[in-house]
């Protein structure tokens, strides 16, 4: 049973359109993020969602629009795609309090803006 | 969070221990280290975390010096599966888990 799972997979699609990436996870847990690796490799946070509301909002374009339906899910949309938006994202996932929780990562989608 | 600092790249020979540092001198009282992994085109694995003890789990080892100011990460019996980018990094251990990455140190484990 895969732990924290995304669709799409692959992802390529023209400047300008709007996009969506899902993330599940049936790990029970209340948090859950979206990374985003560039092509220089460097991971950084984009968002969290503790319970479907949001906690972390790094300095993202407004283009990026997480949404959780319920603790288990959280999806990113993406309006008006540029090239710099190409990129692998992940979605992770972990419990939220006062431990050392660790986190579960999905295997990411490669988004390719053309 | 208090900045880690790790080589780049090393090696190891497919059998033999693997041993990689990291430096954390500015790290808080109330600061965990983690070590997470991610192998080529995947998404980052966790490995282990300690606070001050050592701490060993079936995948690895973790050595925090008395310090605190480094610690080591240590994979027993490096395999070939083992090639991959480590990443140390230092947080509170509270709240939502933002994990901040840095470059990591690519480890290539040699035939």
């Known amino acids: 049973d895969t732990a924290v799972s995304q669709t799409p997979k692959y992802l390529v699609t023209q400047m300008g359109n709007d996009k969506s990436i899902k993330c599940e996870q049936n790990l029970g847990h209340d948090t859950m993020y979206w990374y985003k690796q560039d092509s220089k490799k460097f991971l950084k946070i984009m968002f969290s969602?503790?319970?479907?509301?949001?906690?972390i909002n790094e300095t993202v374009p407004n283009r990026f629009s997480p949404k959780s339906p319920d603790k288990a899910h959280l999806n990113l949309h993406i309006n008006s795609l540029e090239l710099g938006d190409s990129a692998v994202y992940f979605c992770?996932?972990?419990?939220?309090?006062?431990?050392?929780?660790?986190?579960?990562f999905g295997p990411g989608t490669r988004l390719t803006v053309t | 969070d208090a900045k880690t600092t790790q080589p780049t790249s090393m090696d190891c020979a497919e059998g033999r221990a693997a041993n990689l540092p990291c430096n954390h001198s500015?790290?808080?009282?109330?600061?965990?280290v983690y070590w997470y992994r991610q192998i080529h085109s995947q998404g980052p694995q966790y490995i282990i975390h300690?606070?001050?003890n050592n701490e060993t789990n079936e995948m690895a080892s973790l050595i925090i010096t008395e310090d605190r100011k480094s610690s080591t990460l240590i994979l027993p019996h490096a395999t070939l599966r083992d090639t991959a980018v480590y990443y140390c990094i230092v947080r509170v251990a509270a709240g939502a888990q933002k994990l901040v990455f840095g470059q990591g140190t690519r480890l290539t484990i040699n035939p």
């Open positions: 992770a996932s972990s419990q939220y309090g006062t431990g050392a929780y660790e986190q579960y």
């Open positions: 969602y503790n319970n479907k509301e949001l906690i």
């Open positions: 500015t790290i808080s009282g109330n600061e965990y």
């Open positions: 300690g606070l001050k």
